[in-house]
Nanobody, 125 residues
Framework: QVQLRESGGGSVQAGGSLRLSCVASGLPFSTSCMAWFRQSPGKEREGVATIYPRGLVAMYADPVKGRFSVDRDNVRNTLYLDMASLKPEDTAVYYC??????????????????WGQGTQVTVSS
């Protein structure tokens, strides 16, 4: 049974930083594409960042480029998202997602097979 468990969300003022973590179990983490998505009320779920299985290549959505950084630890089966210079528009529930295999070039939610329950990030102005 695959489980993705996010943590690290919280409330922060604009300009602040947070680090999200996602611990995976039940899937071949080191050979899986991993990603972060987010969803705010009334909006569709949107991709934030993806990272290829070996961690050498990552993709970022335009709104977060230069502020967010995705990384992974294939020994600890953990995915990270370091968020800096946070803005109120970053407020959302952040989800970890996974797809087995090397393909990792999509921000479409349907591309990913497994999802975590999400962690809330709230940025106040």
């Amino acid at each position: 049974q695959v489980q993705l468990r996010e943590s690290g969300g919280g409330s922060v003022q604009a300009g602040g930083s947070l680090r999200l973590s996602c611990v995976a179990s039940g899937l071949p983490f080191s050979t899986s594409c991993m990603a972060w998505f987010r969803q705010s009320p009334g909006k569709e779920r949107e991709g934030v960042a993806t990272i290829y299985p070996r961690g050498l290549v990552a993709m970022y959505a335009d709104p977060v480029k230069g502020r967010f950084s995705v990384d992974r630890d294939n020994v600890r089966n953990t995915l990270y998202l370091d968020m800096a210079s946070l803005k109120p528009e970053d407020t959302a529930v952040y989800y970890c997602a996974a797809r087995a295999g090397d393909a990792c070039d999509s921000f479409e939610p349907g591309f990913f097979t497994y999802w975590g329950q999400g962690t809330q990030v709230t940025v106040s102005s």
